[in-house]
């Protein structure tokens, strides 16, 4: 079965250094992942998605995900936060056998601090 | 405009009572979605529905009920609310092709009391 492991469930970082957000998935095949944010009382909207093409996937807002296979991990990262990244983000892997449905991590909220 | 709206925005009602949540999508997509979040945000999906068709039925009580008068409408009514039916509702939609993007809804917080 696939699934999807948030390692952290809360991430704090400084505006202005580095973000890393991990994320290990578990799948019998090739998958398809995703990193869908959620700002406070708001939908959610997709950050960034793997479909097996390049391994380094560059998304929206400056965040950017690194598929490796090896280690089966698909972490987020910015080189420097901003105030307005502040949120809940997902780490999401869509079922082989029916691509209509995402599998969902627990989340990992980041603070950014001034 | 908004790609894909709910209504209500927030729902506060009594435990046995019946309500429904409505969702359009202006994106011209065949496909649409619920998803429950709870209180640990954490997302599972609910239904999908493509051009009117049920897709994905999971394992959600029977007192939850899709409809989809049309392909740009996806309402969930919800019989006899109980207190851990209290989450966030998301409806969701996707164009063609399997790994089209998920477009999400702004949620609709329901509270039973």
């Known amino acids: 079965a696939q699934s999807v492991t948030q390692l952290d469930s809360h991430v704090s970082v400084s505006e202005g250094t580095p973000v890393l957000l991990r994320c290990n998935y578990s799948s019998s095949y090739s998958p398809s992942l995703f990193w869908y944010v959620q700002h406070p009382n708001k939908g959610l909207q997709l950050l960034l998605k793997?479909?097996?093409?390049?391994?380094l996937v560059k998304g929206i807002n400056g965040f950017e995900a690194e598929f490796k296979k090896s280690e089966t991990s698909f972490h987020l990262t910015k080189p420097s936060a901003h105030m307005s990244d502040a949120a809940e983000y997902f780490c999401?892997?869509?079922?082989?056998?029916?691509?209509?449905?995402?599998?969902f991590g627990t989340g990992t909220r980041l603070q950014v601090f001034p | 405009d908004t790609a894909v709206s709910q209504t209500p925005k927030y729902l506060v009602t009594q435990m046995g009572n019946d309500k429904s949540i409505k969702c359009e999508q202006n994106l011209g997509h065949d496909t649409m979605y619920w998803y429950k979040q709870d209180s640990k945000k954490f997302l599972k999906i609910m239904f999908s529905?493509?051009?009117?068709?049920?897709?994905i039925n999971e394992t959600v009580p029977n007192r939850f009920s899709p409809k989809s008068p049309d392909k740009a409408h996806l309402n969930l009514h919800i019989n006899s609310l109980e207190l851990g039916d209290s989450a966030v509702y998301f409806c969701a939609s996707r164009g063609r092709g399997g790994l089209e993007t998920q477009y999400f809804g702004p949620g609709t917080r329901l509270l039973v009391l």
């Open positions: 793997y479909t097996s093409a390049a391994t």
């Open positions: 999401v892997v869509s079922d082989p056998y029916n691509t209509d449905k995402l599998i």
């Open positions: 529905y493509n051009n009117k068709e049920l897709i």
